[in-house]
């Protein structure tokens, strides 16, 4: 059984970091990073397959976000600059156990969450 577990994530002022961790048990083929802010559909943020150096992103985190894996430590990273207010929303961790040809940014491609972890950022 695989798990992902969310580190805590927390408050920001806007153009300042915040870092989410996952923490994955288990093999996975690919990680991804999602977020939901309220009233809103759930979306894509950033992915990252495990083994390569492989990565995507969403549009709104091109240039701010970056995804990365130490596969040593079991993690997925992900590294938030220049918060914007926008970007506040819960933010979930989302593993494919094995390929599939889903699109990465479609929750239904993913086989595993964890239990999501909430960011606030403030003007």
């Known amino acids: 059984l695989v798990r992902l577990v969310e580190s805590e994530g927390g408050s920001a002022q806007a153009g300042r970091s915040l870092t989410l961790t996952c923490t994955v048990s288990?093999?996975?083929?690919?990680a991804a990073w999602f977020r939901q802010a309220p009233g809103k559909e759930r979306e894509g943020v950033a992915t990252?397959?495990?083994?390569?150096?492989?990565?995507y992103y969403a549009d709104f985190a091109k240039g701010r976000f970056t995804i990365s894996q130490d596969n040593a430590k079991r993690t997925v990273t992900l590294q938030m600059d220049n918060l914007r207010p926008e970007d506040t929303a819960m933010y979930y961790c989302?593993?494919?156990?094995?390929?599939?040809?889903?699109?990465?940014?479609?929750?239904?491609?993913?086989?595993?969450w964890g239990q999501g972890t909430q960011v606030t950022v403030s003007s």
């Open positions: 989302a593993a494919r156990l094995s390929y599939n040809p889903g699109n990465w940014t479609k929750t239904a491609t993913y086989d595993t």
């Open positions: 288990g093999n996975i083929y690919s």
């Open positions: 990252c397959y495990r083994g390569f150096t492989l990565t």
